[in-house]
């Protein structure tokens, strides 16, 4: 069975820094093509990040320099390091595998002083 766990998120202060983990069953992260999304209250759902599975790794605008997107093959777990947050940062964020469409059940991301 096929299921994505993300866990981290949290309150942080401007210009902190939180860290996501995707945990992955049911395949290995590393094959497929996986990416962070973002939904903020009343907006659309935002791309924030994506990794292919040979590596190559993509960002949204808004976050490009601030966060950095990794995967463990050992551990099967997709990451997202967030630095230098800002409240418009503030998200639920989700983890997503392209191929037949899998989400996880999303994190929620807070950033307020």
């Known amino acids: 069975q096929i299921q994505l766990v993300e866990t981290g998120g949290g309150l942080a202060r401007p210009g902190g820094s939180l860290r996501l983990s995707c945990a992955v069953t049911?395949?290995?992260?590393?094959?497929?093509?996986m990416a962070w999304y973002r939904q903020a209250p009343g907006k659309a759902r935002e791309f924030v990040a994506s990794?292919?599975?040979?590596?190559?790794?993509e960002y949204g605008d808004s976050v490009k320099g601030r966060f950095s997107l990794s995967s463990d093959n050992a551990k099967n777990i997709l990451s997202l390091q967030m630095n230098n947050l800002k409240p418009e940062d503030t998200a639920v964020y989700f983890c997503h595998r392209p191929a037949h469409n899998y989400w996880g059940q999303g994190t929620q991301v807070t950033v307020a002083s």
């Open positions: 990794v292919l599975s040979g590596g190559f790794t």
């Open positions: 049911g395949f290995t992260v590393t094959d497929y093509k």
